[in-house]
């Protein structure tokens, strides 16, 4: 089964280059050493369609598992113990979620 992980997260102020380098050439891959996630993509901010506080990155992982939580469980294990580096370019204030299907995944009629 396929399910996503959804983390939203922030740069600390002034060090926005810092954070997107080691985003995108070392913290997705350490992530995707993690048994259970096979992909991961990012996406900055664009617009928004209300006045909720929003983020400026959002990764979204796919996890492939029958039990994705113990995925999510590894990660976090992995980043408490110390295995895996945080960069100080990170705004701690960051969100996670994981969602497991709700339905099959539909597509536009051609």
């Given at each position: ?5 959804i ?19 070392q ?10 996630f ?12 209300n ?10 992982y ?18 408490a ?6 960069s ?8 996670a979620?994981?969602?497991r ?8 009629a051609?």
């Amino acid at each position: 089964m396929l399910s996503k992980f959804i983390v939203l997260s922030d740069p600390a102020a002034g060090k926005e280059a810092e954070y997107n380098i080691w985003y995108e050439h070392q913290h997705l891959r350490d992530v995707l050493n993690v048994p259970g996630f096979i992909s991961a993509q990012r996406f900055r901010f664009a617009s928004k369609i209300n006045d909720v506080s929003h983020w400026s990155y959002c990764v979204i992982y796919t996890i492939d598992s029958d039990n994705p939580e113990a995925a999510v469980e590894a990660l976090t294990k992995t980043v408490a113990d110390g295995g895996m580096h945080i960069s100080a370019a990170l705004d701690p204030h960051v969100y996670a979620a994981l969602y497991r299907p709700a339905g099959e995944e539909q597509y536009a009629a051609k």
